[in-house]
């Protein structure tokens, strides 16, 4: 059997047996996750994956058990997750010209104090305490992703600073776990790398840059064996730090992880998803609760009425969850605006199927899955976007993600509308768009789901 026929029938809560086919490894998953954290932060792909490498490297040079050096990398993919779960409350306690993507980028860097916040003034008192509530959040979300208690108490204190001034528990010196202190350390060294030299110290290159942070500013607040490690390491490899910059970042990351690239089964992979998938969902509190999922059951019976081959099934309700992981690099303020969009701010909705395929892309076995996905905003008439495709070009799993996503928008609250339709005052709407905008064939497969009130429970 294969594991996305599995998925499909552990969706609907049936008995299965194992799985065929090779699947994607928990290292695929994690990988496609924290990409989607590097969008939630607006920072470039692999952003997270430069941290985790160079935490693990660290931690192999100080020679930890491989387990260790797997849990510490695991911990750093992930890092920053739990700030999803507190944007929705950050947002209307940003400073003015503050968005939540520039705090995210510099959070690291001021809480080590090697630059000042986004704005050059002190956080509000609640505004400081949100953000040190993010390990937290964070803990408790990978979770979800079936990772150990190991790598989510990491995770939770990966803020803490040697000198008992990070958060949030206050921790210092040897109370820190020494996987959190090596992970808080080389969270700043990326951001340092990250941003312009001239902003972090007033030198003119990165290097630069990174020698000013390592000899003035973290001695004292990082544990002076891992300062000391990581300087030897690159010293004695100086082209490590050229290297993590590049595509070669995700092959050095799962140098790391040798033994941990096992495939998975259909419940571990339906599980991991499923997380995925609420991701998008929390940025938008106001829009029905389980959005992901009910847009996974829908699709799934659109593609049974067609006699969709049951493993099909299962990718499809995969790219239902998934489609809209790329809309985390999008604005709040953009999100939520209750007014018409400008023609920029347009161009970046317009951009979230891209930033979905490119999120989920390198995973093994999700070819049709990241396809289905980056469709899910074509129109028959080509009308569409991102690729204008028309008609039949555009994938059966294309079309229907796309009459899944519409009647949900429909049915939900949108900040541009008044009121949410009921499922059966949807159908008229929709159907104006019929063989124009959707296929007509599904548009009436649709009809005898609603009547039928086969839909799922929200």
């Given at each position: ?69 797997g ?27 503050v ?17 000042g916040?986004?704005?050059?003034r ?41 000198d ?15 996987g ?8 700043v ?11 972090v ?64 089964d ?12 609420e ?51 999008t ?67 294309g ?60």
């Amino acid at each position: 059997m294969s594991v996305f026929t599995e998925v499909a029938e552990r969706f609907q809560g049936l008995d299965n047996g194992p799985a065929g086919r090779p699947a994607p490894t928990h290292t695929d998953l994690l990988l496609a996750a924290s990409k989607a954290m590097d969008l939630l932060e607006g920072k470039p792909l692999r952003s997270g994956m430069k941290v985790a490498v160079l935490a693990g490297s660290i931690a192999k040079m100080m020679g930890l058990p491989p387990r260790e050096v797997g849990t510490i990398v695991y911990a750093s993919l992930l890092h920053d997750i739990g700030l999803i779960r507190m944007i929705a409350d950050i947002v209307p306690h940003l400073p003015p010209g503050v968005s939540e993507k520039m705090l995210f980028q510099a959070h690291p860097l001021f809480n080590a104090r090697v630059i000042g916040t986004p704005h050059e003034r002190p956080l509000s008192g609640d505004l400081e305490h949100m953000l040190s509530q993010h390990p937290l959040a964070a803990r408790d979300f990978v979770c979800k992703m079936t990772l150990s208690e190991d790598v989510a108490e990491l995770i939770a204190a990966h803020h803490e600073l040697y000198d008992g001034t990070g958060y949030p528990f206050g921790l210092s010196g040897e109370q820190i776990p020494i996987g959190a202190r090596i992970m808080a350390f080389a969270d700043v060294v990326e951001g340092v790398l990250g941003r312009p030299a001239q902003e972090v110290s007033g030198f003119s290159t990165r290097r630069q840059s990174l020698d000013n942070f390592l000899e003035i500013k973290a001695p004292g607040k990082f544990d002076p064996q891992v300062i000391e490690v990581f300087t030897g390491m690159i010293e004695a490899y100086d082209d490590l730090l050229r290297m993590i910059s590049t595509l070669e970042v995700e092959n050095m990351l799962r140098c790391l992880l040798p033994q941990r690239s096992l495939p998975m089964d259909g419940h571990t992979l339906l599980s991991i998803v499923s997380a995925l998938g609420e991701l998008p969902d929390m940025m938008m509190p106001l829009y029905k609760g389980n959005r992901s999922q009910n847009m996974a059951q829908l699709a799934m019976r659109l593609a049974e009425s067609l006699g969709i081959h049951r493993e099909q099934c299962g990718e499809l309700a995969m790219a239902a969850m998934l489609m809209d992981i790329g809309h985390l690099a999008t604005p709040m303020s953009i999100l939520t605006k209750p007014g018409l969009l400008t023609v920029e701010e347009r161009e970046v909705i317009q951009s979230h199927p891209v930033m979905t395929q490119e999120v989920l892309k390198a995973v093994p076995g999700f070819e049709n899955i990241q396809l289905w996905a980056s469709e899910h905003h074509e129109r028959m008439n080509g009308k569409g976007y991102p690729g204008q495709k028309k008609g039949f070009e555009i994938s059966v799993g294309g079309r229907i993600l796309a009459l899944t996503d519409v009647f949900d928008a429909l049915t939900s609250y949108r900040p541009h509308r008044a009121h949410a339709h009921e499922p059966l005052d949807a159908l008229p709407v929709i159907g104006q768009g019929r063989m124009t905008l959707y296929d007509n064939q599904l548009v009436t497969l649709l009809r005898k789901v609603v009547l039928n009130a086969e839909l799922p429970v929200r």
